[in-house]
């Protein structure tokens, strides 16, 4: 049972474009939600994240959008560049208090972006 | 500012050994959370140890288990290991257990014969 899922293993764009990245989730009681870039042979790096109490968070060319009574959540790269070219994962969280006072992550299984120039 | 790191970065094993697998964690960090990844998927949560004690386990068996010493570095311990242990092991280190942000190690590739 998918708590987060992340329904395009891939995504091509092309350099310059915008690169949108879609993350949808079941759990009502998610609270945080992040981004993370894997490069390969690389860990996950975070890259940005977002409260339930917001719908939007922005960070130079990186934009996260939060529809939570969708329970979709979406990044958004503008403009893309090759080097953006990695696996993206989405993930979400309870808050802290719900969870014996740490934050446990549920991941979903990744988007590989591919960025041409 | 030294980055979370994690040995060995290969190990082959055989179905029923035991194996050991260490991280340090990133400077300043008390809380340091393990994941396994198997292939095709998404990183999925093992445990967390925030200042030597077991802060929260994820859905896997006694089998796994790990420890956190004084110096906040970790190991991850898998017994009996089974064919379905083949993964990539992620060790994650943040300042408080609280934090949502966690600094990833490159992880331990893991196969099991």
């Known amino acids: 049972d998918q708590q987060v899922k992340q329904n395009s293993p891939s995504l091509s764009v092309q350099e310059g474009r915008i690169s949108i990245l879609n993350c949808d989730y079941t759990?009502?009681?998610?609270?945080?939600f992040l981004w993370y870039k894997k490069y390969p042979a690389e860990g996950p790096t975070f890259l940005i994240s977002?409260?339930?109490?917001?719908d939007k968070n922005e960070d130079g060319r990186f934009t996260v959008f939060l529809n939570k009574s969708a329970k979709h959540l979406s990044l958004h790269i503008v403009p893309s560049q090759p080097g953006d070219s990695a696996v993206y994962f989405c993930?979400?969280?309870?808050?802290?208090?719900?969870?014996?006072?740490?934050?446990?992550?549920?991941f979903g299984r990744g988007t590989s972006l591919i960025v041409h120039p | 500012e030294t980055g979370v790191t994690q040995s060995p970065t290969h190990l082959i094993k055989t179905r029923g050994q035991q194996v050991t697998l260490r991280c340090s964690s990133q400077?300043?960090?008390?809380?340091v959370s393990w994941y396994q990844q198997a292939l095709g998927q998404g990183p999925q949560f093992i445990f967390q140890?925030?200042?030597?004690?077991?802060?929260g386990r994820g859905n896997f068996p006694p089998r796994f288990s790990g420890l956190q010493f004084p110096n906040y570095s970790s190991e991850l311990n898998v017994n009996a290991l089974e064919l379905d242990d083949s993964a990539l092991y992620l060790c994650?280190?943040?300042?408080?257990?609280?934090?949502?942000?966690?600094?990833f190690g490159p992880g331990t590739r893991l196969t099991v014969l």
């Open positions: 140890y925030y200042r030597e004690e077991e802060n």
């Open positions: 994650a280190s943040s300042f408080k257990r609280t934090a949502y942000e966690q600094f």
């Open positions: 400077s300043g960090h008390n809380t």
């Open positions: 977002i409260s339930s109490i917001k």
């Open positions: 759990n009502s009681m998610f609270d945080y």
């Open positions: 993930a979400a969280s309870g808050a802290p208090h719900a969870s014996g006072g740490s934050y446990i992550p549920t």
